[in-house]
């Protein structure tokens, strides 16, 4: 089985830093690409970004381009988001989870995911 378990979430002004943390456990945790999505209310789960535990090819939806990095601890079996000048928009419910097959950006190519931790940008 494997379990994600995200922290490092909270109430930041725009404009501010968050790093979020995705602890990841079980199984053949380093075979798999990883990804960050974040739903915000009355919306769709949308892709953030993705790595490979290597640290290879990070991807970025166009919104947090340039703002966001993405970054693996293989030895830690964790995967971080570090998110700068954050603006309203970004207020959501952040979630990682394990890429099983697909499109790296679909929710549904997406196999083990975590309880979610809220980011709130006030403006």
């Known amino acids: 089985q494997v379990q994600l378990v995200e922290s490092g979430g909270g109430l930041v002004q725009a404009g501010g830093s968050l790093k979020l943390s995705c602890a990841v456990s079980g199984r053949t945790v380093s075979d798999y690409a990883m990804g960050w999505f974040r739903q915000a209310p009355g919306k769709e789960r949308e892709f953030v970004a993705r790595i490979n535990w290597s640290g290879a090819m990070p991807l970025y939806a166009i919104s947090v381009r340039g703002r966001f990095i993405i970054s693996a601890d293989k030895a830690g079996n964790t995967v971080y988001l570090q998110m700068n000048n954050l603006k309203p928009e970004d207020t959501a419910v952040y979630y990682c989870?394990?890429?099983?097959?697909?499109?790296?950006?679909?929710?549904?190519?997406?196999?083990?995911w975590g309880q979610g931790t809220q980011v709130t940008v006030s403006s």
């Open positions: 989870a394990r890429f099983e097959d697909g499109l790296y950006s679909a929710s549904t190519s997406y196999n083990y």
